[in-house]
């Protein structure tokens, strides 16, 4: 998310009274701002390239795009980092919300949140979940416990995943809570995120930091990821301390 000179914002902000967060096509986009097509190209490309539009998908040959909400925009300038790795843009939108609302509950506390997964990966289908690490300061309980107050937590993403289960995106949420303490071990399911992960949130540089241990680590003792026809696995070293604590 970065900053929008005065004449992309006059566009952005005409477009969003007009449209909000629905969906939209660029032949609707023009009948608004009233720009040649080239002009048009450049500010939808522009919005995109900065973080306030999504290509949500098409209906047949025809774009769809939706616009990030004000609020979200403000807040992920502020506070949230490489969302443009995200490369399965209609799960964009309901990423940055998530992270906002549990900034909002945990406060301090929230420490990191780490997509992985297909949504990561960019191979996200109209079904897939949004996978999310997600690392508390004092998080205790069990995983049901965890994640019910989670859940709890991100209560009005509700309002979000029912416009995407309108538009044919039937998707949900699936956390892997950790406390702080647990995420300074080498766990893992770190061995995907060193991969695949996109950090969107990190109070200090405290999962970067662990996972580029863990990178390290891995290619010090010659651990390889390999490809199979059903996906991957990983090739390691039987010394490799996972499960230990990570020095950052």
Known sequence: MTHLPAWLFNDYARLFNRFGEQLFTSREAASILRRSPSTLLVVLSQLKKRGYLTLFGRSGRTRLY??????????????????????SQAFLPIVVKTAKLLHQNYTDCLTS????????????????????LIVIEGLGGSVGRRLEELYAAIA?????????????????????P???????????????????????FDRKDFLNKI???????????????????????WRLDPDMPVGERIAV
Do not use: H
Not at 123 to 128: D, G, I, K, P
Not at 156 to 164: M, S
Not at 211 to 233: H, N
């Open 156 to 176: 009005p993403i509700e309002d979000e995943r029912r416009f995407l289960s309108r538009n044919r995106v039937f998707t949900d949420l699936s956390f892997f």
């Open 113 to 132: 949140v780490c997509v992985y997964g297909s949504v990561a990966r960019g191979t996200a289908s109209e079904t897939s979940d949004v996978d999310m």
């Open 211 to 233: 996972l580029s241990q863990c990178r390290l680590l891995v290619v010090r003792t010659g651990g390889e990821k390999v490809a199979t026809r059903g996906g991957w696995f």
């Open 66 to 87: 939706r616009l990030i909400d004000p609020r979200d925009a403000v807040y992920a300038y502020e506070f949230l980092k490489n969302l443009n790795r995200i490369r």
């Open 178 to 200: 950790l406390s702080r303490n647990e995420a300074s071990r080498f766990l893992p399911i770190y061995l995907d995120l060193i991969d695949e992960g996109i950090i969107v």
